[in-house]
């Protein structure tokens, strides 16, 4: 909803502005405006108390320059996380640029959160407006980093308490002891990665799919054990067979078994990159990953 809103009374401390405000872009704003040029309206998201502004700062400090007292502004209901979240996207496509860093600052804040740190790399880089390898790249910075605090923390902490899988609470399954020096600590098992038919390793938001191919091996099985069974049986002479043309039954259950073979996932998307939500993707239309007769046609340079 479009409204013309007081400027005090809109909030700016919700920690929702990402980058600084610039006041030579502030100045270029103040006199273009004051020129008579209309500006987009602000936008702001409100709990029904606060009007927590998530973009427009700068345009909101020029119209502050001019003295003026109230700003055209698009409200829409929400709480202060959600206008926190959604400032990431902000200026990710037009206005002031953003300076250098800013993007990675906002990735940072999304991998240090509990909730939003759970995405898929490829819904981090659309929201924040970056690619997908920029993010992987920070969030591998950002959990070395993590471990190697974790690390020092534990081996301290070793040092002076004489620590041990029993005190820890932690199943000796998920964890393993590493010493380094005279120093013993502990430290969390590696997450075993999920690979592709190809070896390439499986995006996050794709890992569920790849991991129910079972759903497809079973039936397939399933047919090979009826061939089996069939084919025993009229080796046998077995009368229940007699009518049951094994040649048309071979021949329709490979029909069967390849239509599941390739409809299973195979690989990783070599021409989005696993992007599940780039429905223009004509190799794997969207879902981020393709089967081997895909994978198979796909150039040799992308492989």
């Given at each position: 909803?479009?409204k ?8 700016l ?9 610039d006041d ?22 409100t ?19 001019l ?10 209901n ?30 940072e804040?999304?991998l240090?959160d ?15 407006g ?11 910075e950002f ?20 620590l ?24 969390k ?7 592709d038919?190809?070896g390439?390793e499986?995006?996050?938001?794709l ?9 497809f091996?079973?039936p ?6 009826m ?9 046998a ?13 071979t021949a329709?259950?490979g ?15 070599r021409y ?7 429905a ?7 879902c ?5 007769q895909?994978?198979?046609a ?6």
């Amino acid at each position: 909803m479009s409204k013309s809103l007081p400027i005090k009374d809109i909030c700016l401390d919700g920690k929702t502005q990402q980058r600084p405000v610039d006041d030579k872009v502030v100045a270029h704003y103040a006199g273009m405006m004051k020129d008579g040029s209309k500006y987009p309206a602000v936008e702001i998201i409100t709990d029904g108390e606060s009007y927590f502004l998530w973009d427009g700062f700068h345009r909101l400090a020029a119209a502050r320059k001019l003295g003026k007292k109230y700003i055209e502004a698009n409200v829409v209901n929400g709480t202060k996380r959600d206008a926190i979240f959604t400032s990431f996207s902000a200026n990710k496509k037009n206005a002031f640029p953003r300076q250098p860093g800013t993007a990675k600052g906002i990735v940072e804040k999304i991998l240090r959160d509990r909730e939003w740190s759970k995405m898929a790399q490829t819904d981090i880089a659309r929201h924040v407006g970056c690619t997908h390898q920029f993010v992987s790249k920070i969030q591998a910075e950002f959990e070395k980093l993590s471990c190697n605090q974790l690390h020092d923390r534990t081996a301290l902490s070793g040092q002076k308490a004489g620590l041990s899988g029993q005190k820890t609470g932690r199943s000796a399954s998920e964890t393993i002891n590493v010493k380094r020096g005279d120093s013993e600590y502990e430290m969390k098992k590696p997450k075993k990665k999920v690979l592709d038919a190809t070896g390439k390793e499986v995006p996050k938001h794709l890992v569920k799919f790849f991991k129910r191919a079972n759903e497809f091996r079973q039936p397939v099985k399933q047919l090979n054990d009826m061939l089996k069974a069939v084919r025993e049986g009229k080796e046998a002479g077995d009368q229940l067979f007699k009518f049951v043309k094994i040649e048309n039954l071979t021949a329709e259950i490979g029909n069967v078994k390849r239509i599941f073979r390739f409809g299973m996932p195979y690989a990783v998307c070599r021409y989005c990159g696993g992007d599940e939500m780039n429905a223009e993707c004509r190799a794997c239309d969207g879902c981020g990953f393709v089967n081997e007769q895909t994978y198979k046609a796909t150039p040799e340079e992308l492989k």
